[in-house]
DNA sequence: TGCTGGCACTCTTTTCTTTCGAGTGCTAAT
DNA sequence: ATTAGCACTCGAAAGAAAAGAGTGCCAGCA
């Protein structure tokens, strides 16, 4: 059965007046609000057959209409537009977004704090896990017990450990260890890093004190850290805002499983890219049942790939919340995407700059 | 007026009685639980006493009775048997933390994390902030247009930054900035490193393509975030467990301060050590004024102080949280207060490892 | 044929009353 | 001093009545 183009003006006018107000909504509201001059009593006819077509809900025989799950689909799909946000707006947003971006460290906290914050809902944002090596290695001499490791990562990320030991040691036999392990360890992935290289190296090194495990453990240490995808969830206290969780049990389940299981989120984009909505029941996870996500793929260059995505009711303002993410990663991809961040203006100007985090 | 040992008895079986079920306590119940043998009208007589003296407060007439702040005061003060644990439950905390001291750097969130997990309260966790200096800079260059700066701090902290520069510089150059920046930049405080000095090094440097102001602005940067507090707040879906919490305004409310004035919080310690409890409208700030806050100071060595804390409602179990939080603060002191960690097991058993983070 | 006003009907929400019961305060007896 | 007993109070729970929103359907009209 297709259906009218007046069925879909009304639908379209219906969802966004639930929205609005978290109420059923009634046919006598929907006549003066849709702007399709006809009468409550049309509205009526209309809204009995978008019922019978499965996209309209009572919640009992007296009360206005609900969306179903259908009937956001199809909002989502065809009806809405995805919320123009102003010239202003965006630029604001964009400048906002960049400040962050600046630095680079905390990307995956930074994007999602950000989503949340815009969106006044839960956001995560989680990054793709990448296989990196490392490039070469540093040992700092700093005085006859203490030296910095220092690893550049081929992320481009630098990683650094400070070793305090009981015994004393030549800069020499450092230096040393500093040439076997940019002999041995670069380029290799985590997994390349076994036990009987480790011991080849010992030997080599011909040291007894266990310098050669602490430097081993120190690069699988920062290969582990750099290859984990990151994670970021918060702003659920913006749940509570939202009427339909009053209820606190509603509110905890939904927080408890946004900390518990932010891993589970990406897989729902299944590999696709671009904006995507997933209405409440369409969620596989029992605990999102009732809530809809909306998620955004991001590309902020040098292999780092990943997923920012809110979390709300199903009644959310899905054509402003999928505009604002879309934006959001428009805006990452654009800025880090192309490889290189736009220096700040000032005196840096002249170098391009990117800071590092490190192990432990 | 002095006060009885059998009010005091009363008052405590009361509180304890109004904390397990969050409802006004009748006389009839104490009198069975109490423990004193004596009949219901006799600890009506005594509630009434006590309700006079400021202790008890009725929400109505006909309802059982609640503490008052001076009721929690004088338990939390005098009545209260600081919970002790059992013997397996203090050593598999104390297993459970020390586990999660073993990465040093996020010290602060694991703290607090570990303090929201054992009480099921939302939590947060502060360092003090301390005054660091630059001990040693290290320039390792890596290719014609790339090189990564070290600092170690004078908190045993390391930093790093890797730039990446438009133009190509020679290996000499950056030698020749290493030795400036170490003569001219170390020991000093943040607030010391000044535009004077940066030209002075500049010049020295004789460099136009602002090399030097890159290398200053790293040090500042290294830092100010070392110096900079670390802060945690976390785990405030848990306020949702609690009933006081239903109203989700209430609770909103609540999360939204804890995420917006952290800091607020130290000074509530008044730079008094060990645990404190303030109890409800014993706070100052409007929106701690229906919740207790239970706060410790821990000292993790090498300068690194801070407070330690849990929020939540009224009617909290400070027996048990208020021993919590003192087997926290004790057990960092003594894994971290001492100097060094306690090596974990395996091969790492020779060296004291410490591992450190960095800016941007 | 499609739209509209009208109207009876349904079911929730709100409001008001009534009942119920926990807990008190007081008094008289021990 | 302690206790049993009892009238009283006041909130909470239960029940009844009224209000209101919205529907479905019908008959009339373009």
Redesign the pocket.
Known sequence: MEISQ?KKKILAALVELYIETA???????LAQRAGL?????????E??EL?AMGYLN????????VPTVQGYRLYVNELMERQRLSAEETERLNRELAQRLMALDNLVSDIGQFASQITDLPALAIAAPRAVTIVRFDFIYVDVNTFIMVALLSDNSVKNKLIRLPVSVEKLKIDKLSTLMNANFTGLREDQITQPLISATERALDDMTGLTAVAASFAIEALTQASQPGSFVGGQNRLLHHPEYQDPDKAHALMSFLNQAPMEFPQLMNGETGVKVIVGPENVSEALRDSSVVLATYDAGDGVRGVVGVVGPTRMDYAVVAGKMQLIAQTISNALGTGGLKPPSGMDNKLMIRGEDTIE
């Open positions: 007046r109420e059923p909504v009634g046919s006598k509201v001059g006809c009468s409550s009593a049309t509205i009526r006819n809204l009995a019922s009572q919640p009992h025989t007296s009360a206005g209409r």
